[in-house]
T-cell receptor
Framework: DSGVTQTPKHLITATGQRVTLRCSPR?????VYWYQQSLDQGLQFLIQ???????AKGNILERFSAQQFPDLHSELNLSSLELGDSALYFC?????????????FGEGSRLTVL | AQSVTQLDSQVPVFEEAPVELRCNYS??????LFWYVQYPNQGLQLLLK??????LVKGINGFEAEFNKSQTSFHLRKPSVHISDTAEYFC?????????????FGKGTKLTVNP
């Protein structure tokens, strides 16, 4: 158990819809990272938040947005969904008092867009 | 910017045979290097990491990797694999200092251990 919790584990929705994925980082971790894993693109970095502020942006579509709340949990919002958005979305955290370099990953949220 | 190339997308081996999964990286700055494992329907679990010091690092489940700066490689090895090692393995790199410290991943190597 990495200590990172993601909900929901599975989500099936239709094109054009909007979904929200939630992540609770490890206790004490200030940084949250979102990654998208798909068969053709592999693991792609989407966005990072540090203590509530956006820190870095990767290949995140304009239809996607994220935020980190004062209690440090994070949400990834995906809107106007397309078939190609079907993927596994991972949240990871790091940056507690002891930063040992690695990211700690949740088990992911599998999104299926029909 | 950093990038990672995992040279083999699939590696089939027999149980108790040795295995090497290859990883090369590109970076203009000093890096940290990682190997993660993903079992079916699970998240990514850290196998081992190189931050500094000894270039041979040992990880969980009997895996080890060697950092070779001149060849910009970080190959993963295990002397004798088990059926339970069947999984996908990801090499990752991040800058050692500064920046967002995000991990950049390779495309993964699927290791299949056959009886």
């Amino acid at each position: 158990d990495s200590g990172v919790t993601q909900t929901p584990k599975h989500l099936i929705t239709a094109t054009g819809q909007r979904v929200t994925l939630r992540c609770s980082p490890r206790s004490g971790d200030l940084s949250v990272y979102w990654y998208q894993q798909s068969l053709d693109q592999g693991l792609q970095f989407l966005i990072q938040y540090y203590n509530g502020e956006e820190r870095a942006k990767g290949n995140i579509l304009e239809r996607f947005s994220a935020q980190q709340f004062p209690d440090l949990h994070s949400e990834l919002n995906l809107s106007s969904l397309e078939l190609g958005d079907s993927a596994l979305y991972f949240c990871a955290s790091r940056g507690g008092r002891t930063n040992t370099g690695e990211l700690f990953f949740g088990e992911g949220s599998r999104l299926t867009v029909l | 910017a950093q990038s990672v190339t995992q040279l083999d997308s699939q590696v089939p081996v027999f149980e108790e045979a040795p295995v090497e999964l290859r990883c090369n990286y590109s970076s203009s700055v000093s890096v940290y290097l990682f190997w993660y494992v993903q079992y079916p329907n699970q998240g990514l679990q850290l196998l081992l990491k190189y931050l500094s010091g000894s270039t041979l690092v040992k990880g969980i489940n009997g895996f080890e990797a060697e950092f070779n700066k001149s060849q910009t490689s970080f190959h993963l090895r295990k002397p004798s694999v088990h059926i339970s090692d069947t999984a996908e393995y990801f090499c990752a790199v991040s800058p050692a200092q500064g920046g967002s410290e995000k991990l950049v991943f390779g495309k993964g190597t699927k290791l299949t251990v056959n009886p």
